[in-house]
């Protein structure tokens, strides 16, 4: 199987184990960037020192020995310094799916490999997740030990009811004391001004923030075709409409909502990435890594 194959969710939804998903994700991942020029993203730099026989001849910097007239080898040490916490709605409405993942499927094994990718960097990684609350908060450490507990927690997970998105995320960033970077993956279905306000939360205490908002393409696109009667998924609420008749104000809604997201968290440095539960996780990945590199 290719590489970029695994990032796609129809393959990751005929996977079993969130383990085994995780792995197979960053691994294919990280094949694919041995093979394009986006590389050395997991170490830095450190100092020169002079070479002994054993060292690999490939690191032997060639301009200090024509100085010099000496060997020299590059030292380099890996990144160790960042803490991350993943937070994941569980609320009721991420359950939903048209395509091959829910939403909470997709936020999860997510979650997951981006867990895996920051233990094998050697970064410590906690996780927290709610709905009307906080359910889940685990403290960042970088052990594998402690991978397979967030794994664990992260494929035990299952949706609440209803959501209180801005009062949950106010509740995290108290509660995130440490400085760090703030991973956010939902369908941020709240009121958006109290939304922005508890985002700006983290950003007021200091934390680096990626916000993924995660929608399944039917919600995106609303093309539904013939009358629905629509549930709610956390109040089971009923609703009946003709979606011809709606779409292009529902359309309309979103992508306010989107560009009122995008500018305020603009605005305070928020690094916010709409995503479709259909998209690879190919994109995300390379967000989270596009962050790490300017965070160094």
């Not at 170490?43 to 690191?59: A, H, K, L, N, T």
């Not at 709240?190 to 919600?219: G, N, S, T």
Request: hydrophobic residues 40%; charged residues 30%.
């Amino acid at each position: 199987m290719k590489s970029e194959d695994i990032l796609k969710p129809e393959t990751l939804a005929r996977l079993r184990g969130l383990d085994l998903k995780a792995r197979l994700v960053v691994e294919g991942f990280l094949e694919g960037l041995h093979r394009s020029p986006y590389k050395g993203f997991s170490v830095e730099f450190s100092e020169y020192r002079p070479y002994i026989p054993g060292d690999e001849p490939r690191r032997i910097d060639w301009k200090v020995y024509a100085k010099r007239d000496r060997f020299y080898v590059k030292e380099y040490q890996e990144e160790t310094n960042l803490r991350a916490m993943l937070l994941v709605d569980a609320s009721g409405s991420m359950a939903y799916k048209s395509a091959a993942l829910s939403k909470l499927d997709y936020a999860t094994t997510l979650a997951a490999a981006l867990a895996y990718l920051l233990i094998k960097q050697k970064d410590a990684v906690g996780l927290a997740t709610f709905d009307t609350q906080i359910n889940t908060y685990i403290p960042a450490r970088a052990s594998l030990k402690h991978l397979r507990m967030l794994l664990s927690r992260l494929e035990g997970l299952s949706v609440g009811g209803e959501t209180n998105l801005a009062n949950s995320l106010h509740g995290l960033a108290e509660r995130t004391r440490k400085r760090g970077l703030v991973l956010i993956f939902s369908d941020l279905f709240d009121d958006p001004e109290q939304v922005l306000l508890a985002l700006r939360h983290f950003r007021h205490r200091k934390h680096e923030v990626i916000l993924f908002h995660i929608l399944d393409p039917m919600e995106e696109s609303f093309s539904f075709s013939s009358s629905l009667r629509l549930v709610d998924m956390e109040t089971k609420k009923e609703a009946s409409l003709d979606p011809r008749l709606v779409r292009a104000e529902y359309q309309k809604a979103l992508a306010d909502y989107r560009t009122l997201l995008s500018s305020t968290c603009a605005e305070h440095h928020i690094d916010y990435n709409p995503i479709r539960t259909d998209q690879s996780l190919e994109y995300a990945l390379f967000r989270y890594l596009e962050k790490r590199r300017r965070l160094r």
